[in-house]
């Protein structure tokens, strides 16, 4: 006879309650994702489905000096700041 299920790694642990936004959840026997609110008395599932792959990978990040610049010459300011070698 066993009275602790196995960990579940696929549980996502929440912040807070959907409903009354208590922070005293405890895990639910109801499901493997099921959580209970201790505040609230409320039993409610947090599944995580994934995530999906972009279909191009993001452009990278200009350097802040660069986007500093690119933002002044755009607004037609004379003084734009000076490249470092």
């Excluded at 959840?25 to 008395?41: G, M, Y």
């Excluded at 500093?68 to 037609?76: F, R, T, W």
């Amino acid at each position: 006879m066993r009275f602790r299920r196995e960990p579940n790694a696929n549980r996502n642990f929440p912040t807070h309650c959907p409903y009354c936004a208590g922070e005293g959840l405890f895990p639910d026997e109801t499901s493997d994702f099921a959580w209970k609110c201790t505040e609230c008395l409320r039993i409610f599932e947090v599944k995580f489905h994934g995530q999906d792959a972009p279909e191009h990978a993001p452009a990278p990040a200009k350097s802040t000096e660069q986007a500093i610049q690119e933002s002044l010459a755009h607004h037609g300011h004379d003084a734009v700041l000076r490249k470092e070698k």
